[in-house]
């Protein structure tokens, strides 16, 4: 273990502290939603539909409630009866034309058409689990078969999957000039140009979806246990749009989660069938994905399809990128998914580099698939791959150094804030000093040697760069609404020093693996000055917190940890004014720090416990001031944050078997400030694990009549611990200039750049254009002459 | 998913041939079939149960045969729906040859799965259905003729890239026989 | 049926169905929620427990064919106040994340030490090849590992 990531017992800001929330994993303590329990539970089935696109024509439910124990069998038709209303998308895109996007209507569970194969129609809830898989077995819904979209490289010239949507087009989205991009393109030196597929993934958090939903007749209070990244996001969706309670006697509660990845970001038809079910038998219902299940109907990720032209000088700068994509949003609209591959792609084309004009245009397609929404770095991802293939490709072809050819086109220090011509402005950044660190790590001047030893083993090495550029923290509210969010993209937090001195800190981002019960910890006993153990965290619960946007984006910390900051501010401000009155002075006679108010040019001090017992205690206290030692805020970032940096990937090609083996992987990363270093860096190895899986492994894949054909862990490959090297991970700092911890996100930055780094290695290992993801050994086999 | 194979039956082909057309043989040859219907002479019913622990399923099958020479071939058309386990549809054709007083049975399958049953990944059902052939035959085989068995003397699958041509031919219990291979498949792998 | 069994070093006699997987009569009929389910089919490991001595995936073997056999579970190796040391260089080393794999994690870990000599990297990494872990990448896993190996 590194100098830096050594336990020395402090516990502020930058100290590797070890999480508190461990003690309960490694015990076997953790609370996850399956491991919950209610007195008198029922337990829920789905039924799913095995056709990619089928009308329901009828369902017998009469053998299933044959079967002992299965108490009732409710079928999507049901809902809708019930006035439940579909499942909306967050984000209204508009297409280049001004239209607004066009939707296909998504009740909660199919009612009169199923559109993918996995998507439930009824669900069986009975006395035992046993019970309720006889009855779903036992269901018999009358399908008819129809015509069904899966290839999407011909889905845009398919018949319509829905009427009223031609081309099976949601929208055609355009960012950027294209006339001027076209110029530059007439004048341009060289062009090099690419088509790239950007593979699709299945998220797979090792714990499976679950929830648990309860009802309280008396009170008519719903409780919806679930594992949900944004508890708050989830009752809002579920009172407002979904109508399935209202939101005052609604409470979501996301207890542990197992992983999460993007996957639980979003309102699934589970969760709410399973509360609306609760309410209708008036008893708790129970449901648990089997892994199987996940496979089907967890939202996927990624699946793009691109066409890139790169534009340069005499010199090599870069002067033009014009990028085609068509991305699969499945059968329904996610979420989030319409802004994945539009305002959380096209805008990031722009990556390290100056390159003047830039035109993207995104058509977003339906198919008879599973919907398709954020994972890990949701969009970043695929504009780095764009950019970061392209340019490499760049250098081979023009004969350059791939990290020269880079550093030539790098915006510099000196030039932030940097307008991007894609509609992003980068507050800071200093993409040379990520480059060159890790060129140093990477031993780049060792590399030919290092080819040379493998190719006496019979073995092609390569060498792969990524300098990635990220957006996170998505912000600010207004821009995004304006341009089509439907919720704002603040967070809350509240800090509640009680009356002993101990604090009860309340936020509106969810953990789900990021630690944020100690790095908020952190954060809020260095701001406070208050004992790191005397801190709580409390988050994940709707009854306890204020309402809040969870988690996801890698925005926790920059915009939930600011706001506890803000909390943590408006206290010192409001405990200056009590121990101003106490110490007999005026406010702005009184400073704060580490943890004590002290009344300037004298000796007299008290310490934040002493002021917040006398503001519960309030005996001697200012006459216009509330008793009481909490504050809450919601902070709003002003923009988004742009953590960057440079991975390099080498890799080793066997000859003989086509395999991989990802050999060595540098990441050096500009995060800005770090709370926690240890957990930093666990967030890039497992954000590169994910990356290397999509560069050489998974792959979620429809058979062309729509049946998943990867829908277990023994067909969808993962990266297992013999598939993986050790990684080095560095970093370096450039603060964030707007929000007040200088931070910027680290949570999706290792899926962001690995994936183009490594296809990059591998490519140059095998002396070929392109390859695509996952590069499994058959493709390389034949791509360097196998037989075919 | 795409099968083909042979067997030797010890048996003339006029007696496998009304054999194949006997509802109540095929039933006793299948495990778990619960019934067998012959609706006319081009239309059959089939409905098969197969239970391993607490999954069970019903596959029912309709199928309907069509350019039938007798006792040589014909051609069958089917849809067998498990219900949540999944469905299978396709065509298949079974080719019957004398040869020495032993009858030389051809099939060929081709098939699409859906729901449980593709998840489960062709190499199982592949694998499934045709150890369910084998274990038809063989018990078909017995019943024609208690002392001989019968043998896979060749068997092949193909995929998509390689389809092969079958002259035209008839057999719809290869049916039967690949849609209880599917659903045992199913079962056990879930 | 009945099944009778010791976990922990309690001895159990649990009634149950006889198709009952041992995972289910661990988390359901004795309450002991530290050992997951993840895939059901074997692939990821996040239901491994002792068997008599031997990592074995619970989600795959039924509780009858525990019958008289001593299971040791996540909670039977050591509590917060009293880690296993697999259990305390997990937390030293930043092994877990979201924690669902950690337990089957640590007990496919503690078998690997037991059952063999001079463990390293590679070995490690073989080892866990069962165990599926989607937050850390393995990269501290093994560290935590090899760490116990180098002091044991």
Redesign the interface.
Same mark, same amino acid.
Not at chain 2, 73 to 96: E, M, P
């Given at each position: 273990?590194s100098e830096a990531l050594e336990?020395t017992g402090e516990t502020g800001i930058g100290a590797p502290v070890?999480?508190r929330?461990?003690?309960?994993?490694?015990? *076997?303590?953790?609370n996850?939603t399956?491991?919950l329990n209610q007195p008198g539970q029922l337990y829920a089935v789905f039924?799913?539909?095995?056709?990619?696109r089928a009308r329901i024509d009828g369902i017998d439910c009469d053998d299933a409630l044959a079967v002992p124990g299965v108490v009732a069998v409710y079928t999507g038709q049901q809902m809708v009866d019930d006035g439940i209303g579909d499942l909306p998308c967050g984000w209204m895109v508009k297409s280049k034309d001004g239209a607004d996007m066009l939707s296909s209507p998504h009740p909660p569970m199919a009612a009169t058409v199923a559109n993918y194969?996995g998507e439930p129609y009824a669900l069986v809830v009975a006395e035992s689990l046993?019970a309720a898989? %006889?009855g779903?077995?036992?269901? =018999?819904?009358d399908f008819t078969e129809l015509h069904v979209v899966v290839d999407l490289a011909t889905a845009t010239a398919s018949d319509e999957i829905y009427e009223g949507i031609p081309n099976n087009l949601a929208y055609t989205w355009a960012l950027g000039d294209e006339d001027a991009t076209r110029m530059a393109f007439a004048k341009a030196a060289h062009v090099t140009t690419m088509d790239l597929t950007n593979n699709r993934l299945i998220p797979?958090?090792?714990?499976?979806r679950a929830c648990l939903g309860m009802f309280e007749s008396a009170t008519g209070d719903y409780t919806l246990y679930t594992t949900s990244q944004n508890p708050g996001l989830e009752r809002l969706v579920l009172s407002a749009f979904v109508q399935v309670a209202p939101e005052h006697k609604l409470r979501i509660v996301a207890p542990?989660?197992? #992983? *999460?990845?993007g996957s639980k970001i979003f309102i699934y038809a589970e969760e709410t069938a399973v509360i609306w079910a609760a309410a209708k038998a008036n008893r708790p219902i129970k449901w648990?994905a089997?892994?199987?299940e996940s496979?089907?109907a967890d939202a996927h990720g990624r699946d793009h399809i691109t066409h890139a032209e790169l534009a340069m000088d005499e010199m090599g700068r870069f002067t033009g990128l014009k990028v085609q994509t068509t991305a699969n949003l499945g059968a329904y609209l996610s979420t989030f998914g319409s802004s994945v591959p539009t305002y959380l792609y096209g805008t990031l084309l722009a990556g390290q580099y100056k390159t003047p004009n830039i035109y993207v245009e995104v058509q977003g397609a339906y198919t008879n698939t599973a919907p398709v929404d954020a994972y890990r770095g949701a969009g970043r991802p695929e504009a780095t791959y764009v950019v970061e293939r392209i340019v490499e490709q760049a250098a081979r072809e023009l004969g350059k150094d791939p990290a020269d050819l880079r550093r030539m086109n790098m915006i510099q220090p000196e030039e932030f804030p940097y307008e991007t011509p894609v509609a992003l402005v980068y507050d800071t950044g200093n993409y040379e000093a990520s480059l060159d660190k890790a060129l140093d790590i990477i031993d780049y001047a060792g590399f030919e040697a290092r080819r040379a030893a493998a190719a006496e083993q019979g073995k092609r090495r390569g060498i792969g760069f990524a300098c990635y550029i990220e957006a996170c923290g998505l912000a600010p509210s207004k821009l995004a609404i304006e341009l089509g969010a439907g919720v704002g993209l603040y967070e809350s937090g509240e800090i509640r020093v009680n009356p002993t001195g101990s604090v009860s800190v309340f936020t509106g981002s969810h953990s &789900?693996?990021? #630690?944020h019960e100690t790095t908020f910890a952190q954060v809020v006993s260095d701001k406070l000055g208050i004992n790191y153990d005397d801190i709580d965290i409390i988050h994940g619960d709707t009854g306890r917190m204020d309402f809040g946007l969870g988690t996801y984006g890698s925005r926790s910390l920059a915009v939930g940890g600011s706001a506890l900051v803000a909390a943590a501010d408006k206290l010192i401000e409001k405990g200056k004014k009590i121990a101003a009155h106490m110490m007999q002075a005026t406010p702005e006679q009184v400073t704060f720090e580490d943890g004590q108010f002290t009344l300037q040019d004298s000796n007299q001090s008290m310490s934040i416990q002493e002021v917040a017992f006398a503001s519960y205690v309030p005996a001697d206290y200012p006459e216009d001031l509330e008793p009481g030692f909490a504050e809450k805020a919601f902070y709003d970032p002003n923009n988004f944050t742009y953590p960057a940096g440079t991975h390099i990937a080498e890799v080793e090609v066997d000859i003989e078997t086509g395999v991989v083996s990802l050999e060595d992987f540098v990441a050096v990363d500009d995060f800005g400030h770090i709370i926690n270093p240890?957990?930093v &860096? *666990? %967030?890039v &190895?497992? *954000?590169?694990? %994910?990356g290397a899986g999509q560069a050489i492994m998974e792959h979620g894949i429809y058979?062309e =009549?729509g049946?998943? %054909?990867t #829908?277990?862990?023994?067909?969808y490959t993962?990266?297992?611990?013999?598939d993986?090297p050790?990684?080095k991970v560095d970093t370096t700092v450039t603060p964030c200039t707007h929000n007040p911890l200088g931070v910027k996100g680290c949570g999706e930055a #290792?899926a962001i750049g690995s994936p183009a780094a490594i296809m990059n290695a591998i490519t140059h290992a095998l002396g070929i254009k392109d390859i695509s993801m996952p590069a499994t050994p058959e493709k390389v086999w034949r791509a360097i002459g196998g037989n075919s | 998913m795409e099968q083909s194979g042979e067997y030797r039956i010890a048996a003339r082909r006029e007696d496998v041939w009304s054999a194949l057309n006997a509802p109540d043989v095929l039933g006793a040859c299948i495990e778990g079939c619960q019934r067998v219907e012959k609706l006319d002479d081009e239309h059959f019913e089939v409905a098969v149960k197969a239970k391993v622990g607490p999954v069970s399923a019903t596959f029912n099958a309709a199928l309907e045969l069509s350019d039938i020479e007798a006792p040589v071939s014909y051609t069958i058309n089917g849809n067998a729906k498990g219900g949540a386990a999944g469905f299978a549809k396709g065509s298949a054709n079974v080719h019957l040859d004398e040869d020495d007083g032993v009858t030389v049975l051809r099939y060929g399958v081709k098939a699409n799965v859906g729901g449980k049953l593709a998840q489960v990944g062709s190499r199982l059902v592949d694998g499934a259905a045709r150890k369910m052939a084998d274990d038809f035959f063989a018990e078909f085989s017995k019943r024609l003729d208690p002392d001989s068995v019968a043998v896979a003397t060749a068997a092949t699958d193909t995929d998509a890239a390689e389809e092969r041509e079958f002259e035209k031919s008839g057999g719809w219990l290869m049916w039967v026989v690949a849609f209880v291979g599917l659903a045992i498949a199913v079962i056990l792998a879930f | 049926m009945k099944v009778t069994l010791t976990v922990n070093g309690t001895e159990h006699a649990v009634e149950v169905p006889a198709n009952t997987l041992l995972v289910d009569l661990i988390r359901v009929n004795l309450q002991l929620t530290g050992t997951h389910v993840g895939c059901d089919t074997t692939q990821c490991g996040a239901c491994t427990v002792h068997l008599d001595g031997r990592a074995v995936k619970a989600c795959s073997m039924l509780a009858a064919q525990a019958e008289g056999a001593h299971v040791t579970t996540i909670e039977g190796i050591g509590d917060p106040e009293n880690l296993h040391p697999m259990q305390a260089a997990f937390r030293e080393h930043h092994a877990l994340q979201c924690g669902f794999c950690t337990p089957g994690m640590i007990m496919q870990a503690i078998d690997l030490i037991d059952n063999n000599d001079g463990l390293d990297s590679q070995t490690i990494r073989e080892g866990l090849e069962g165990n599926i872990c989607r937050c850390t990448g393995y990269h501290n896993i093994v560290r935590a590992i090899e760490s116990v190996a180098n002091a044991s």
């Amino acid at each position: 273990m590194s100098e830096a990531l050594e336990d020395t017992g402090e516990t502020g800001i930058g100290a590797p502290v070890r999480r508190r929330e461990d003690l309960r994993f490694i015990t *076997g303590n953790g609370n996850y939603t399956d491991d919950l329990n209610q007195p008198g539970q029922l337990y829920a089935v789905f039924c799913r539909s095995p056709y990619p696109r089928a009308r329901i024509d009828g369902i017998d439910c009469d053998d299933a409630l044959a079967v002992p124990g299965v108490v009732a069998v409710y079928t999507g038709q049901q809902m809708v009866d019930d006035g439940i209303g579909d499942l909306p998308c967050g984000w209204m895109v508009k297409s280049k034309d001004g239209a607004d996007m066009l939707s296909s209507p998504h009740p909660p569970m199919a009612a009169t058409v199923a559109n993918y194969v996995g998507e439930p129609y009824a669900l069986v809830v009975a006395e035992s689990l046993q019970a309720a898989k %006889q009855g779903a077995e036992s269901v =018999y819904a009358d399908f008819t078969e129809l015509h069904v979209v899966v290839d999407l490289a011909t889905a845009t010239a398919s018949d319509e999957i829905y009427e009223g949507i031609p081309n099976n087009l949601a929208y055609t989205w355009a960012l950027g000039d294209e006339d001027a991009t076209r110029m530059a393109f007439a004048k341009a030196a060289h062009v090099t140009t690419m088509d790239l597929t950007n593979n699709r993934l299945i998220p797979n958090a090792i714990e499976p979806r679950a929830c648990l939903g309860m009802f309280e007749s008396a009170t008519g209070d719903y409780t919806l246990y679930t594992t949900s990244q944004n508890p708050g996001l989830e009752r809002l969706v579920l009172s407002a749009f979904v109508q399935v309670a209202p939101e005052h006697k609604l409470r979501i509660v996301a207890p542990d989660v197992g #992983g *999460g990845f993007g996957s639980k970001i979003f309102i699934y038809a589970e969760e709410t069938a399973v509360i609306w079910a609760a309410a209708k038998a008036n008893r708790p219902i129970k449901w648990v994905a089997e892994r199987s299940e996940s496979f089907l109907a967890d939202a996927h990720g990624r699946d793009h399809i691109t066409h890139a032209e790169l534009a340069m000088d005499e010199m090599g700068r870069f002067t033009g990128l014009k990028v085609q994509t068509t991305a699969n949003l499945g059968a329904y609209l996610s979420t989030f998914g319409s802004s994945v591959p539009t305002y959380l792609y096209g805008t990031l084309l722009a990556g390290q580099y100056k390159t003047p004009n830039i035109y993207v245009e995104v058509q977003g397609a339906y198919t008879n698939t599973a919907p398709v929404d954020a994972y890990r770095g949701a969009g970043r991802p695929e504009a780095t791959y764009v950019v970061e293939r392209i340019v490499e490709q760049a250098a081979r072809e023009l004969g350059k150094d791939p990290a020269d050819l880079r550093r030539m086109n790098m915006i510099q220090p000196e030039e932030f804030p940097y307008e991007t011509p894609v509609a992003l402005v980068y507050d800071t950044g200093n993409y040379e000093a990520s480059l060159d660190k890790a060129l140093d790590i990477i031993d780049y001047a060792g590399f030919e040697a290092r080819r040379a030893a493998a190719a006496e083993q019979g073995k092609r090495r390569g060498i792969g760069f990524a300098c990635y550029i990220e957006a996170c923290g998505l912000a600010p509210s207004k821009l995004a609404i304006e341009l089509g969010a439907g919720v704002g993209l603040y967070e809350s937090g509240e800090i509640r020093v009680n009356p002993t001195g101990s604090v009860s800190v309340f936020t509106g981002s969810h953990s &789900h693996g990021q #630690g944020h019960e100690t790095t908020f910890a952190q954060v809020v006993s260095d701001k406070l000055g208050i004992n790191y153990d005397d801190i709580d965290i409390i988050h994940g619960d709707t009854g306890r917190m204020d309402f809040g946007l969870g988690t996801y984006g890698s925005r926790s910390l920059a915009v939930g940890g600011s706001a506890l900051v803000a909390a943590a501010d408006k206290l010192i401000e409001k405990g200056k004014k009590i121990a101003a009155h106490m110490m007999q002075a005026t406010p702005e006679q009184v400073t704060f720090e580490d943890g004590q108010f002290t009344l300037q040019d004298s000796n007299q001090s008290m310490s934040i416990q002493e002021v917040a017992f006398a503001s519960y205690v309030p005996a001697d206290y200012p006459e216009d001031l509330e008793p009481g030692f909490a504050e809450k805020a919601f902070y709003d970032p002003n923009n988004f944050t742009y953590p960057a940096g440079t991975h390099i990937a080498e890799v080793e090609v066997d000859i003989e078997t086509g395999v991989v083996s990802l050999e060595d992987f540098v990441a050096v990363d500009d995060f800005g400030h770090i709370i926690n270093p240890l957990i930093v &860096h *666990g %967030q890039v &190895h497992g *954000g590169v694990a %994910q990356g290397a899986g999509q560069a050489i492994m998974e792959h979620g894949i429809y058979d062309e =009549y729509g049946q998943l %054909q990867t #829908g277990s862990m023994m067909d969808y490959t993962m990266p297992r611990a013999d598939d993986l090297p050790d990684f080095k991970v560095d970093t370096t700092v450039t603060p964030c200039t707007h929000n007040p911890l200088g931070v910027k996100g680290c949570g999706e930055a #290792g899926a962001i750049g690995s994936p183009a780094a490594i296809m990059n290695a591998i490519t140059h290992a095998l002396g070929i254009k392109d390859i695509s993801m996952p590069a499994t050994p058959e493709k390389v086999w034949r791509a360097i002459g196998g037989n075919s | 998913m795409e099968q083909s194979g042979e067997y030797r039956i010890a048996a003339r082909r006029e007696d496998v041939w009304s054999a194949l057309n006997a509802p109540d043989v095929l039933g006793a040859c299948i495990e778990g079939c619960q019934r067998v219907e012959k609706l006319d002479d081009e239309h059959f019913e089939v409905a098969v149960k197969a239970k391993v622990g607490p999954v069970s399923a019903t596959f029912n099958a309709a199928l309907e045969l069509s350019d039938i020479e007798a006792p040589v071939s014909y051609t069958i058309n089917g849809n067998a729906k498990g219900g949540a386990a999944g469905f299978a549809k396709g065509s298949a054709n079974v080719h019957l040859d004398e040869d020495d007083g032993v009858t030389v049975l051809r099939y060929g399958v081709k098939a699409n799965v859906g729901g449980k049953l593709a998840q489960v990944g062709s190499r199982l059902v592949d694998g499934a259905a045709r150890k369910m052939a084998d274990d038809f035959f063989a018990e078909f085989s017995k019943r024609l003729d208690p002392d001989s068995v019968a043998v896979a003397t060749a068997a092949t699958d193909t995929d998509a890239a390689e389809e092969r041509e079958f002259e035209k031919s008839g057999g719809w219990l290869m049916w039967v026989v690949a849609f209880v291979g599917l659903a045992i498949a199913v079962i056990l792998a879930f | 049926m009945k099944v009778t069994l010791t976990v922990n070093g309690t001895e159990h006699a649990v009634e149950v169905p006889a198709n009952t997987l041992l995972v289910d009569l661990i988390r359901v009929n004795l309450q002991l929620t530290g050992t997951h389910v993840g895939c059901d089919t074997t692939q990821c490991g996040a239901c491994t427990v002792h068997l008599d001595g031997r990592a074995v995936k619970a989600c795959s073997m039924l509780a009858a064919q525990a019958e008289g056999a001593h299971v040791t579970t996540i909670e039977g190796i050591g509590d917060p106040e009293n880690l296993h040391p697999m259990q305390a260089a997990f937390r030293e080393h930043h092994a877990l994340q979201c924690g669902f794999c950690t337990p089957g994690m640590i007990m496919q870990a503690i078998d690997l030490i037991d059952n063999n000599d001079g463990l390293d990297s590679q070995t490690i990494r073989e080892g866990l090849e069962g165990n599926i872990c989607r937050c850390t990448g393995y990269h501290n896993i093994v560290r935590a590992i090899e760490s116990v190996a180098n002091a044991s």
